[in-house]
C-alpha cells in the first residue's frame, strides 16, 4: 500500500464511522492529524525570528532580475494591475513587488505585494510544462505563506532553534507543490529533514513531501520564452462567513455538490456553509477547508469569467484558487444545520 492509499483508506474510513455511527470522537482524532497547530490561536513570538530576517523582503527588493525572469515580472504586474480594478482602496497597481524562487527546480515564484512598506497581499505564480504562466493563487491583507512568525512558532513545537541549526550548516528552503502546497523545508544536518506547511504551521508527512519532490519536473520551456496572456478586470470580494470544518462534522455525512452546480452555490448560496474536502489528497490542500468567498475574473479571452475562490481564513491564512484547480482533486460540500 502505497502512502496515497494509506491516507485515502484513513479518509473513507473516517467518512464510513460518522455515516454509520456518527463516531464523531475517531473523526477529531483524524482532524488532529491535519491540524497540528492553529496559527490564529497562536500568537506568541519566537526567538529564532531574529535569525530569519535574512529571509524577508528587504533581503530581495533589489534582486529581482537575479530572483525572477523579466516574462515572471511583467506577468505579475499584469495581475497586479488587474487586481487593482477590483477595489479603489486596495492600489495593487503602485505596489512594489518582491519575488522569490519557490523550490523543488525553479518553476514557481512568490510575489509579496507592500505599499509603504506595509504588507498588502500576494501571488504565487507558477510556470507549466506546456511554458505558460498561470496564477495558482494569490491573497489579500497582511497575511502571506512562508510568514516568519508562523515559521518560527512550528520550530518552537519542535524543540528547533534555526539561528543554531543555520549556524551548523543548517538550510531553510520555501518549496511549493502543486496544486496548492506551501511549505517550508528545514534540512538539519544528520537529521531527516522536517517539511512545514507554510499556511498554518503543521509538520507534513516526510514521507509524502519526499515522493512529491522526486515526481517534481523541471519545465520544459525556456523561461524567457514563456507566454504571458493579457489580464482584464477583476470584480470586488465577496467575503462569507468563516467557519472551522472540525467544529461540525455533520458535512462529512452528505453528498458532493455536484461539479456543474459547485459555481452557482458558491457565487449564490450565500446562507450556507460550504467545506472543500480533497479527500485523500487534504494533506496538499491543508484541508478539509470553508469556502470563505470568491472572486471574478474577467478575460477577453474567455467566454465565461474566472471563479477564484477563496478557501480558509479560520485556522489558515486566506487563500484565492481557481475552482478549475479545486474541482481536479477535490469536492465540495454543504453544512446542513
Known sequence: MNLKQFFHMCWNNARKTVCISLGLLSCLALFSFWSIANAEEQKTSSPYLASSTAYGPEHHASQNDKLAPAAVQRFAEQQAAALGTANAETDWKNADLDFYPLGPGTHSWLV????????????????????????????????????????????????????????????????????????????QPNHPALYIDATNGDVLPSELLKLLEADSKQVSAIITKLSIAPSGTVDPIHLRPVFNPADNLLWMTSKPIAANRAREVIQHGEDQEIVFSADDRNVVYGGPLPVSGYQLWHTEQETES????????????????????????????????
Open 112 to 187: 509579496q505585494a507592500a505599499l509603504d512598506g506595509k504588507p498588502m497581499g500576494y501571488m504565487i505564480i507558477t510556470a507549466t510544462e506546456q511554458g505558460h504562466l498561470m496564477l495558482s493563487e494569490y491573497g489579500q491583507g497582511e497575511q502571506s505563506p512562508y510568514n516568519n512568525e508562523l515559521l518560527g512558532q512550528a520550530l518552537d513545537r519542535q524543540h528547533v532553534n534555526l539561528e543554531a541549526l543555520l549556524a551548523g550548516g543548517g538550510e531553510l528552503h520555501r518549496g511549493y507543490a502543486l496544486p496548492l502546497l506551501a511549505y517550508w523545508k528545514v534540512e
Open 306 to 337: 474566472i471563479l477564484y475562490v477563496a478557501l480558509g481564513g479560520k485556522t489558515s491564512i486566506q487563500r484565492f484558487v481557481p475552482l478549475s484547480t479545486l474541482q481536479q482533486d477535490g469536492q465540495f460540500y454543504i453544512l446542513k444545520p
